[in-house]
């Protein structure tokens, strides 16, 4: 791959598409699926009768003019605390994720997650943030597992990507920060997983593959993955009200493009068109098939709509500068990922 007496080594242009691909296809899910969030399938067809597929035709209701055209909501915020958090401490602890995070909760966020909302109100939750969450997660029975982490995910996967190990234990880390189910960790894992594989130059891993990660974590995710072999996206029932907002339903969304779109544009709009929470199905799905398909396949209305487009492009060259300087180790790649480490 280079030679084995460099000590530094820029990313290939390769890796550089799917680092831009994961940033903007976060960015892009999540801003367009607002147009159909909480919507049922038959209400989405009702309001978009040929389909969402650009922001301006975001209807304006109640829910949805609290934000601008073309604006993220706290998915993607989520996403650049822990960019932030990586920029800041050249490293990601879920201590210096919890500092970002909870100033940013201070901030009056909009769009924050029940889940998310009741572990940063714990006491000293920036000194204990996985305490906090596991706190939250017992009082309620160990029953919830919401896609709170694996909405914000994607980018532990590009992250230390040529360390497998790290590449886990990073995810494990910051989805413990504020979701502790172990349904949470391991759909985290599979989508952080997928894209460190796609980074090293391998084929994206196998629903196989995907579901021995996912029995060591809990058996109730390898249903879900299952779904998504079906070639009907109708199937994975996004817009149902009993289920949305869950963690395996937003995997499910994001494995299902994987498995059946042949360009980015394709499964995003897929994704968004099936309602229920739509944009964190589209951050999800959209990181993972920027990540396939690259920054380049995505159509360039989608990317330059987003009208802080400025801040994310900023972010990438910060992160691509700090990942390249760790990026020094060429005996770190592993030839597969051995899923018995997950």
């Not at 006491?123 to 204990?128: D, F, G, I, N, W």
């Not at 498995?259 to 951050?283: P, T």
Request: with cysteine; charged share 25%; proline share 3%.
């Amino acid at each position: 791959m280079r030679p084995i007496n460099d000590v530094t080594m820029n990313l290939t242009e390769a890796q550089i598409n799917i680092i831009k691909g994961v940033f903007y296809g976060q960015a892009i899910g999540d801003a367009l699926g607002l147009g159909t969030e909480f919507m049922t399938k038959t209400q989405v067809n009702q309001v978009y009768p040929t389909g969402l597929k650009n922001y301006y035709e975001i209807i304006q209701d109640d829910h949805r003019k609290r934000w601008e055209i073309g604006d993220w909501t706290d998915d993607t915020d989520q996403f650049l605390c822990i960019v932030d958090a990586i920029l800041e401490n050249k490293e990601i602890t879920e201590l210096g994720f919890a500092k970002e995070i909870f100033n940013w909760f201070k901030g009056i966020p909009m769009g924050i997650g029940a889940t998310t909302f009741k572990v940063l109100d714990m006491p000293q939750y920036v000194s204990h943030p996985q305490k906090a969450a596991e706190i939250v997660w017992k009082l309620h029975r160990k029953m919830i597992a919401a896609n709170g982490a694996i909405m914000r995910t994607s980018i532990l996967g590009l992250w230390e990507f040529w360390d497998n190990k790290k590449v886990i234990g990073n995810t494990k880390n910051i989805c413990q920060s504020t979701h502790f189910d172990p349904r949470c960790v391991g759909s985290c894992v599979i989508i952080t997983a997928i894209i460190s594989n796609l980074m090293q130059g391998k084929k994206s891993l196998t629903n196989t593959e995907i579901i021995n990660i996912a029995e060591s974590y809990d058996e109730r995710i390898s249903e879900y993955i299952l779904l998504t072999n079906e070639k009907e996206i109708e199937v994975l029932n996004l817009s149902d009200e009993k289920t949305v907002g869950y963690t395996l339903k937003a995997l499910s969304a994001g494995l299902w493009t994987l498995n059946n779109s042949d360009s980015f544009e394709e499964g995003i709009l897929a994704v968004i068109d099936e309602g229920g929470d739509a944009d964190s199905n589209g951050a999800v799905a959209g990181s993972l098939l920027g990540a396939k398909f690259g920054y380049n396949s995505i159509p360039n209305r989608l990317k330059n709509g987003l009208i802080y487009k400025d801040i994310l492009d900023k972010k990438i060259k910060l992160f691509i500068e700090l990942l390249e300087s760790k990026f020094n180790h060429p005996n770190q790649f592993q030839q597969t990922i051995p899923t018995n480490l997950f």
